[in-house]
């Protein structure tokens, strides 16, 4: 993806009044337009919020939700709540390892699909739920898991 | 407001609108002007209706019929059927299972009828992105009453009658916490909504968010009034709810809009205002001290508790945080008064505020029952009237075997305990805990080690790391579990894992770590059976734990109906397979490491778990 650092983080830090509190609202919405939380992009953020870049580091990789490195074009989230798990979530993570050939973490080669694990999405009612970027799939099964992918593999 | 004969209810909630109940809205009006019944039936978008398994629904009112499992393909019958000619079409209505004749009313439906509503008052029953519809369902007027006619400790007291605890985990006094914040020094304060909702299996949060924004709202305005020295407030949503900070927003400037934040709320000189804050997927969060520290946009590791979050709370400032549903009670109980409140639920809360559970609860109700969703019932209902009245029993016909409440905190229970009223004290005496209100149903299918596994992998991972009894010791929990289901462990183990478990609840900082054995505990003690035959006979009598599965394929069918497919043959990462296309297959016992992909990819049922 092309983006110009400074332009980036200069509009994200001023819509949070660049104010150093306000630094993890500032990476949510670095990560929304760019889909990680590039270096180039840190370093300049750093500047306009007034937060040390070792501060914004220690925090990118405290919480679960930045990713310091590129996520693939469909970030495919399995739902590991208890709900879902109870449903068979772990049959749907060996399943999907199997179709995108990469382990759970990862991303294919072609930067098209990253295979991820996350909390409770709050739709037990459909589990074993599967996010994939916004759409939300469930109940899945391990015979639908290729029918899934195929739907993003034309896009 | 316009009057319609009709008015068709369509719920929007997270689940419901990733099953295309807006899909299903846009056909609702463009049908309905194609036969230009504009004037006469309107479609409203509600939040969650709490009956997640059936959606897509779709209720139309005034008489209530309730539609489930809708598909866009259904609307053109429901316009030309029921809107025309006054039929409800049956096909489409609920029918319990193992019954015949549908249920066409809402509230006809035991998993509606059973429910006593305080914050779901308006579940399905207003659109939450226009103000005027709360308004329309009494909203505002507690705070109307409050600064109108109300002193800051008149209302405070109205809570301490009320007898309201926390519904974030702690069940906690709600009255007292206000009171300490309200007397601590310092003329900044500020009060919190907690809805980072991270309990695994938990999902009222979002859905009063979702479907109620506003009684959320006019909660903290009113706290923040009896409080005192308040002027902001924020709201900390965790970041994977992205439709609830959404309604949030929406709700935030219509409340602006209206005068109801902002300055001089009411003209009575008061001003409050709320920011919405996200979380950043740490389970940790969730904790007080961890939240605070989030806001101020740091890593949310927790702090020692002896200095408490009421006098020393957001930038050292006395701070009262309160979970959603909490907050989500205060309009109704200053309406209706705290006497009423306390007339709901178990004991005597009129001496001490710990005295008994009173009002109602909100539970997320899910796992193998039937009706997976939203229930709120009074405190001190059993787990029976609630997993087998609401919840309609266990799917397919399968054996109960245990619930989990209060989700990683919390433990599991089981059936020689389900006619325990549900009540703070009650849940905490078998070993779980009331918790947020998650409540996850296993059956016989379930292994309960596995389950406890489950738990500790999410502590374990979500331990902040601050202190060692919780970032160690749960490491070495989790690896004996995983000993234990990959057939390696030993009677030594089970002992070691009570060990563990009681240093750890006694020596960790915050309540992560504190109560992170629950689920081991509680299994460990109504299951030891099932730890038994893991670490005795190398079985799991579920057949969950793949290490301890045998795979066999029946030659029958794989020859007969399957033709010798092939395909777990390719699938099969260790090459145990022995086959080839149109001929019998054998897995090679020698070979075989037992990690079940044939008999998930095999399309037949030929493989087997001996
Ligand atoms: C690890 C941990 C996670 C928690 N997560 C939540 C949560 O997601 N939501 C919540 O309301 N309370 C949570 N709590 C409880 C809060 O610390 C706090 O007690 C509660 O929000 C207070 O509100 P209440 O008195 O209205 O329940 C958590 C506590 C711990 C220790
Ligand atoms: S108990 Fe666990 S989560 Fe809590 S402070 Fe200690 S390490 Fe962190
Ligand atoms: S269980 Fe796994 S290793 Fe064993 S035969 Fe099947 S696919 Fe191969
Ligand atoms: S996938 Fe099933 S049917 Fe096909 S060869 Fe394997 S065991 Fe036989
Ligand atoms: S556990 Fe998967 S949606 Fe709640």
């Not at chain 2, 009006?29 to 398994?53: D, M, P, S, W, Y």
């Not at chain 2, 999902?203 to 002027?231: C, L, Q, T, W």
């Amino acid at each position: 993806m092309e983006y110009n650092a400074t332009e980036v983080a200069k509009k994200i830090a001023a819509r949070w009044g660049n104010k150093p509190e306000n630094i993890i609202e500032m990476m949510h919405d670095i990560q929304t337009e760019l889909n990680y939380l590039p270096k180039d992009v840190l370093y300049e953020v750093s500047k306009f919020a007034s937060v040390p870049i070792s501060k914004i580091y220690n925090i990118a990789t405290f919480y679960n939700a930045f990713s310091l490195k590129p996520k693939g074009k469909y970030k495919i989230c399995v739902c590991m709540g208890t709900p879902c798990h109870a449903l068979g979530a772990p049959r749907i993570v060996s399943a999907l390892e199997r179709e995108l050939e990469i382990k759970c973490g990862d991303t294919t080669k072609d930067m098209k699909y990253s295979l991820e694990i996350t909390g409770c999405v709050g739709t037990c009612g459909l589990a074993p739920v599967v996010v994939i970027n916004e759409d939300l799939y469930g109940p899945v099964q391990v015979s639908g898991v290729q029918k899934l992918i195929k739907k993003y593999d034309s896009k | 407001m316009k009057n319609y004969r009709l008015q068709l209810m369509v719920c929007a909630g997270t689940a419901c609108v990733s099953n295309h109940s807006l899909e299903i809205k846009e056909a609702l009006e463009r049908e309905i002007k194609n036969h230009n019944l504009e004037n006469e039936a309107q479609v409203v978008q509600t939040g969650c209706n709490g009956f997640c398994g059936a959606g897509p629904i779709l209720v139309v009112q005034p008489d209530g019929i309730f539609y489930q499992l809708l598909k866009v393909t259904d609307v053109k019958q429901i316009v030309e059927e029921h809107l025309i000619k006054g039929r409800p079409v049956k096909k489409l209505l609920y029918t319990p299972p193992e019954e015949k004749t549908p249920i066409p009313k809402l509230s006809d439906i035991p998993f509606f009828a059973e429910q006593t509503l305080i914050a779901l008052r308006n579940r399905g029953l207003i659109d939450p992105e226009n103000i005027d519809d709360y308004i329309a369902r009494g909203g505002y007027k507690a705070l109307a009453k409050v600064l109108t006619s109300m002193t800051p400790d008149e209302v405070l007291n109205e809570i301490k009658i009320s007898g309201l605890r926390g519904r974030g985990g702690g069940g906690f006094p709600t009255g007292v916490k206000w009171e300490s914040c309200k007397k601590a020094h310092g003329d900044e304060k500020y009060v919190i909504c907690n809805a980072d909702e991270g309990d695994p299996g938990a999902f009222m949060d979002r859905s009063i968010i979702e479907g109620d924004p506003h009684s959320v709202i006019e909660g903290m305005i009113i706290g923040a009034y009896a409080i005192e020295n308040v002027k902001q407030g924020y709201i900390y949503v965790r970041m994977e709810y992205p439709l609830a900070i959404k309604r949030f927003q929406i709700a935030i400037n219509q409340a602006r809009e209206y005068g109801l934040l902002g300055q001089n709320i009411f003209d009575k000189g008061f001003d409050f205002d709320i920011e919405i804050r996200r979380g950043a997927g740490a389970f940790v969060c969730g904790e007080s001290t961890a939240l605070m520290a989030s806001i101020e946009g740091k890593p949310g590791e927790p702090r020692a508790k002896y200095i408490h979050t009421v006098e020393k709370g957001l930038w050292d400032k006395p701070t009262c945080l309160n979970n959603v549903e909490t907050w989500a009670n205060v309009p109704q109980i200053i309406l209706r008064g705290g006497k009423w409140f306390a007339s709901i639920g178990t004991g005597d809360v009129s001496e001490d505020p710990w005295g008994g559970s009173k009002g109602t609860k909100v539970f997320s109700l899910a796992g193998k029952v039937n009706n997976t969703g939203l229930v709120e019932v009074p405190m001190g209902i059993t787990l029976r009237d609630i997993i087998f009245r609401i919840g309609g029993g266990i799917r397919d016909g399968k054996k109960f075997k245990a619930v989990q409440t209060g989700g990683p905190s919390g433990g599991f229970i089981p059936e020689s305990l389900i006619d325990l009223p549900v009540d703070y004290e009650e849940l905490t005496k078998v070993g779980s805990m009331m918790g947020s209100g998650g409540m996850v149903v296993t059956d016989e299918d379930n292994c309960m080690v596995d389950m406890a596994k489950y738990f500790l992998a999410f502590t374990q991972a979500e331990s902040c790391g601050k202190c060692i009894p919780c970032r160690e010791g749960t490491k070495r929990m989790l690896d004996i579990l995983e000993k234990i289901t990959a057939g390696q462990g030993t009677e030594e183990d089970l002992v070691l894992l009570e060990e563990l478990s009681n240093a750890i609840v006694e020596s960790s900082l915050c309540a992560l770590g504190g109560s992170a054995p629950n689920p081991v505990l509680t299994t460990l003690k109504y299951f030891r059976d099932e730890y038994e035959a893991h670490v005795k006979d190398k079985k799991c009598p579920a057949h969950i734990c793949r290490q301890l599965n045998t795979y066999k394929i029946n030659e029958k069918i794989c020859l007969e109906i399957g033709h010798g497919c092939d395909v777990c043959k390719k699938y099969c990462p260790d090459g145990a397979i022995i086959g080839e296309r149109k001929k019998v297959h054998y897995i090679d016992p020698a070979k075989c490491g037992k990690c079940g992909a044939c008999y998930d990819v095999c399309n037949f049922n030929a493989i087997y778990i001996e």
